[in-house]
């Protein structure tokens, strides 16, 4: 059961890191960014290539992930996004935008590393297994789980703490009177795409390492989850969305132990029946401000 | 003469599904055209697939009547869901339909008589391409006209701006759950068209990555006017057949393409007809698709 | 009395912002709504014209009671309104702008236009073109979005005017226009009165207010300070104090 806990703990970690740099997007500029899945992907292949080929160790390897895929949503903002701001495009069109450079992102992969799942050298993953109290535990799982939540506290600390942070939530609240109160807009939104896929990346790669197998395709199930994480946590709510998180990992987990064998395929179906109940009865979320519905 | 008919031949299928690539387009035009995105046109489309597939191959409902039943479950179900979310905007509203279009695809895979993971198989080929070109002929029509009626207009004004169009006596609601209604009835209709062309049917033909490919045949070829999303259909269907040779790149082409068109055709390729014109792309680009 | 307001109410959070606000707008009457910036003016007309649900009172259009009505079914019953800032529906060409503002009176034509030769309602356009004429639009074929600003404002009023309303609220119909413009619009305001609308004008434009209207409300922070006719609306002590006690905070 504690074993079972642990579980749900660090799969809600995956789906935080992941969430949260989705929804950071989702609210300094109300789009959402369906290439973000590219990134948790291409961090995962950034921490395979600087171990296979340069040798890195694991750790290394999570931190170049974590930069090569900042930078890379950089790129992928100037490409896909910037020009329809410029010309004040409707979401929806930042959204297939999005869509379509992750398409052409994700065959790239393929066609370099095949769709089939790819392992980490071996050897280069830590295997040791802890005993807390009566649960067995991977301390590679443990190690992820803590340093999920130190990236986010580290996230926290950023976005309230610092003078970027402070630009980045004036920009969510308000464009308009951010760029006259003199908010440099260009960088700030930069430093959002930097953090997110950033984060996105180093939360691919950690998965990666947890299950030491990866394929270009495997962002899109966190893509889904993510919705579901978002909106009831509260679209645009950072603390909503690392709630949300927690708590479909654990219902999922739960759904796994207590549904019999032929039901499992509806541990899904929880995830996207509670996004329903969620978005039919309290729009908002848990946690959320924004206005969901139309006056 | 020969020469058509060798084409005809080979590319039978692939006509078939073009076909109904343009229908399940149409589908998510009319809820586009009213301003609302949803992604829930693939599960109405399974809805319709199955239904009309097990009504046929387990209670021997004929053909025509298994196909009007599937699209009437589907328009069963698309009243209820659309109730339930008409008053989310944009994002929102497509993000509750991609978790009805998931939930759809999971119950399919969970209960017994569908088959499950491996889905219905050995369909009797009932569908005909003549079966498949009137709809879409019947539909495409039915759906110009209403364009250009109180109707048309009223879903018009309701995406371009809702909260005015309340004031000029349209009932927002019942207009939005029409054109819901409506395309998942034609979806279905597509749906069941296609389980009968294809052999098989399975649950992840019907997934998010299905949903999505609608929206983009509607989106690429153009949202002003009925045209569009069957040009859509027509050219991103035909594409991976005419780039087979460049079979590895084909999905590369088709992205670039994607964000080509949103970035600098918004209103889609339809729009390249104004170009005689204006002779200026960016006035075509001037507004956006929904 | 055509529009009785009683009690009316609105919080947003913790704030009121219409609190306690009661109306009565006569038949063939122009009543003005007056305030400083933020004073619950829009709101107020948001609530009469069924865009935001009231917390407490009611309001009875025509001695019936329309408080829990929808946007669309106060249409129907008469009331019209154009908005703040302008709400066109900016890819439709005006004359179907005013069309759909006919959406209320027009039978639904859905099947008629299924036969090929169906033809739309000619009744219903030539209507629409007159309106456009008389409004002093000349090209009902130009896209609303492209038009200049002043030609936005009266296009939005001949779209309000194509529902055959009783009552006409004109939400800053005068922002932005010159003086003669705003003249034009004051004359419009009379012929429309003489056939026999009745109109609610909420505005800052001092000489539209005190030219068109017979009776003056005053809203401040939410409440109705004062109500009566324009020349005691002017001399009134308290609204003066409204105005220039905003000014200050300001």
């Known amino acids: 059961m504690a074993e079972q806990l642990y579980n749900a703990i660090f799969v809600g970690s995956i789906y935080a890191l992941f969430a949260v740099g989705f929804a950071l997007v989702f609210s300094v500029l109300d789009i959402l960014n369906l290439a973000h899945p590219v990134v948790f992907m291409l961090g995962a292949f950034v921490a395979l290539f600087c171990m296979s080929t340069f040798g890195l160790p694991a750790a290394l390897a999570a931190v170049a992930a974590f930069l090569v895929t900042g930078l890379f949503g950089i790129f992928l903002d100037r490409v896909a996004f910037a020009p329809l701001r410029r010309r004040g495009a409707p979401p929806l069109s930042a959204m297939i935008s999005s869509l379509g450079f992750a398409i052409v992102v994700i065959r790239l992969m393929e066609l370099r590393y095949g769709p089939d799942l790819t392992s980490y050298p071996a050897g280069s993953l830590p295997q040791t297994v802890l005993q807390l109290g009566d649960a067995r535990v991977d301390g590679l799982r443990l190690l992820i789980i803590g340093l999920a939540i130190l990236l986010m506290a580290a996230l926290t600390y950023v976005v309230r703490a610092t003078q970027l942070g402070r630009d980045i939530r004036a920009l969510a609240e308000n464009p308009r009177a951010a760029r006259l109160l003199g908010v440099d807009v260009d960088r700030a939104i930069a430093a959002t795409f930097f953090i997110s896929s950033g984060l996105g990346g180093v939360a691919g790669a950690l998965l990666g390492f947890a299950y030491n197998a990866i394929y270009p395709q495997m962002g899109t199930p966190y893509e889904l989850k993510a919705f579901t994480v978002m909106v009831v946590g509260g679209m645009g709510s950072l603390p909503g969305a690392v709630l949300g998180a927690y708590i479909l990992g654990i219902g999922e987990i739960a759904a796994l132990v207590f549904l019999p064998a032929e039901l499992a395929e509806l541990r899904d179906a929880f995830a996207f029946g509670l996004l329903f109940l969620v978005l039919v009865i309290r729009p908002r979320g848990l946690l959320g401000h924004r206005a969901v519905e139309r006056a | 003469m020969d020469a058509l008919g060798e084409f005809f031949r080979v590319y039978?299928?692939?006509?078939?599904?073009?076909?109904?690539?343009?229908?399940?387009?149409?589908?998510?035009?009319?809820?586009?055209?009213?301003?609302?995105?949803?992604?829930?046109?693939?599960?109405?489309?399974?809805?319709?697939?199955?239904?009309?597939?097990?009504?046929?191959?387990?209670?021997?409902?004929?053909?025509?009547?298994?196909?009007m039943l599937g699209a009437g479950l589907s328009a069963a179900l698309a009243l209820p869901l659309g109730l339930a979310v008409f008053r989310l905007r944009g994002v929102y509203l497509a993000i509750a339909t991609i978790g009805f279009g998931e939930v759809v695809r999971v119950v399919l895979l969970t209960l017994?008589?569908?088959?499950?993971?491996?889905?219905?198989?050995?369909?009797?080929?009932?569908?005909?391409?003549w079966h498949i070109y009137l709809s879409l002929a019947v539909v495409a029509y039915g759906l110009w006209r209403v364009q250009g009626s109180t109707v048309g207009r009223a879903w018009a004004a309701i995406r371009e701006d809702e909260i005015a169009a309340a004031s000029q006596g349209i009932a927002i609601r019942r207009y939005k759950l029409a054109a819901f209604v409506a395309g998942a009835a034609i979806a279905a209709w597509a749906g069941g068209l296609s389980a009968h062309l294809n052999f098989s049917i399975e649950p992840g033909d019907f997934g998010f990555t299905r949903a999505v490919q609608i929206l983009v045949y509607a989106v690429v070829g153009g949202t002003p006017s009925v045209a569009g999303p069957v040009l859509g259909a027509t050219l991103l269907t035909a594409l991976p057949e005419i780039l087979r040779p460049l079979r590895e790149y084909r999905d590369i082409f088709a992205g670039l393409i994607l964000m080509g068109v949103i970035i600098y055709l918004p209103r889609g390729l339809v729009t390249l007809a104004e170009l005689r014109k204006t002779r200026r792309l960016q006035e075509i680009g001037a507004a956006d698709v929904a | 009395m055509l529009l009785e307001c009683d009690g009316i109410s609105k919080r947003f959070g913790g704030v009121h912002a219409v609190a306690d606000v009661g109306l009565a707008v006569a038949s063939g009457q122009v009543f003005g709504l007056i305030g400083p910036n933020g004073a619950g003016k829009t709101t107020l007309v948001n609530l009469i014209s069924g865009h935001l649900r009231i917390d407490a009172g009611a309001i009875r259009f025509a001695g019936a009671d329309v408080t829990r009505l929808a946007p669309h079914a106060l249409t129907a019953r008469g009331i019209a309104r154009t908005f703040q800032g302008v709400r066109l529906f900016k890819g439709l060409t005006a004359l179907e702008n005013v069309l759909v503002g006919r959406h209320a009176r027009m039978r639904s034509d859905v099947l008629r236009r299924l036969w090929p030769r169906g033809v739309p309602d000619r009744r219903d356009r030539e209507s629409a073109g007159l309106l456009l004429e008389r409004l002093g639009l000349m090209r009902p074929q130009a896209l609303a979005g492209e038009l200049s600003y002043g030609d936005q404002r009266r296009l939005e009023i001949a779209r309000a005017l194509a529902s055959e309303p009783r009552l006409l609220i004109l939400d800053e119909p005068a922002a932005g226009m010159n003086p003669a413009e705003s003249a034009r619009l004051r004359e419009l305001m009379r012929a429309l009165v003489t056939e026999g609308l009745t109109i609610v004008l909420i505005e800052h434009d001092v000489r539209l207010v005190m030219g068109t209207c017979e009776r003056v409300a005053v809203l401040n922070f939410g409440r109705k300070i004062a109500e009566s006719t324009p020349a005691e609306i002017q001399a009134s002590p308290i609204v003066r104090e409204a105005y220039l006690g905003s000014e200050d905070a300001a």
């Open chain 2, 12 to 67: 039978q299928t692939t006509i078939g599904v073009i076909g109904i690539n343009a229908l399940l387009a149409l589908s998510v035009w009319i809820t586009l055209y009213a301003g609302q995105l949803t992604l829930g046109n693939a599960a109405f489309m399974a809805i319709g697939a199955y239904g009309a597939a097990l009504l046929g191959m387990r209670l021997g409902v004929p053909f025509p009547l298994g196909l």
């Open chain 2, 112 to 129: 017994p008589f569908t088959g499950k993971a491996l889905g219905l198989n050995g369909i009797p080929p009932l569908t005909e391409l």
